[in-house]
């Protein structure tokens, strides 16, 4: 699972969340696997934020995988948003995000943004 440094003799990515706000939006970065060990961290670090008519931007770029928790969470974290006023956007999902997302039928839910040519030559 996520928080595990090795598994099956491959080291893993240490999970962690970065938030990083900004005056129209903040930005959380989710680095490692989003699973039922890391998803506490992600609703804590989302929990305090006061997003109301901002937009909060899950940075999906370094997560290396999503199972049914972190997908539920991401649900979860949409009717909030509904619910007070804001808008959340899944930015940069891996392929195997975006495969759970359709097989759940869960994609056309979300709104999906993807890296422009000035991030991806920054990231370079």
């Known amino acids: ?8 003799g491959h080291t893993m990515t240490t999970f962690h969340v970065d938030v990083c706000p900004t005056r ?3 930005i959380i970065r989710v680095v490692g696997e989003l699973d039922l060990d890391t998803r506490p961290q992600v ?3 989302t929990s305090t934020l006061n997003l109301t008519g901002r ?5 999906l770029t370094r997560m290396t995988f ?8 991401l649900i979860l974290l949409r009717r909030r ?3 007070e006023g804001w808008q959340l956007q899944l930015h ?3 392929a195997q995000a975006l495969h759970v997302l359709d097989l759940t039928g869960t994609r056309e839910i979300f709104t999906l943004t993807h890296p422009t040519t000035d ?6």
Do not use: F, K, W
């Open 119 to 124: 991030e991806r030559q920054t990231a370079i």
């Open 24 to 26: 129209e939006r903040t």
């Open 55 to 59: 937009t909060l931007v899950m940075d």
């Open 81 to 83: 948003a509904h619910a």
């Open 43 to 45: 609703t804590h670090a």
């Open 66 to 73: 999503i199972d049914s928790t972190g997908l539920t969470m």
């Open 1 to 8: 699972m996520g928080s595990n440094p090795r598994i099956g």
């Open 92 to 94: 940069n999902a891996p």
